[in-house]
């Protein structure tokens, strides 16, 4: 009978409490290594597919050609910086309230979505030098994200402009 792997167990913990929010193999096997843990990367790989096979952790649909990860938990969706590659955890009443609109106008149930937001963190707005958006910026069709004009990332800039 072989030994079962503590690797996944080191795996789980680091990413429960590694002040992260979610995981690419690499950053886990760094993240260990730094805590004086020596897994070979191959283990940190089959340790991180074994946790999300279970449904301990689940993938995040970040489009950056690398995998990520987080510790399954209530669903979100994600706010990702361009600049630093930060991610945030978003809470979705917004998403909601379009998927009860698009059931009242069209019928159709929206049962599951994925939804990632790009743009600039406070921080990297920061370090550009570039002025905050205006309140109100994106419900009047305009983009605050000077990089990519009617993205997305523009309703992120403006709803957290919204916030403070």
Excluded: K, N, Y
């Amino acid at each position: 009978m072989g030994r079962r792997s503590v690797i996944p167990h080191h795996v789980l913990d680091l990413m429960r409490q590694g002040g992260r929010h979610c995981w690419t193999v690499d950053e886990v096997h760094s993240d260990l290594a730094d805590r004086g843990l020596a897994p070979d990367p191959s283990s940190v790989f089959r340790a991180v597919t074994r946790l999300e096979h279970e449904g301990v952790i689940v993938r995040v649909p970040i489009d950056d050609r690398r995998a990520h990860f987080e510790v399954a938990a209530d669903h979100h969706d994600h706010l990702v910086c361009e600049g630093c590659g930060a991610v945030e955890p978003l809470a979705c009443a917004v998403v909601q309230a379009l998927a009860d609109q698009v059931r009242a106008t069209s019928g159709f149930v929206v049962s599951d979505h994925q939804l990632v937001l790009t743009g600039s963190c406070a921080r990297c707005e920061r370090a550009e030098g570039l002025p905050e958006p205006a309140h109100g910026g994106a419900g009047h069709g305009r983009s605050t994200d000077r990089r990519h004009p009617g993205s997305a990332a523009g309703a992120v800039h403006a709803s957290r402009g919204r916030e403070r």
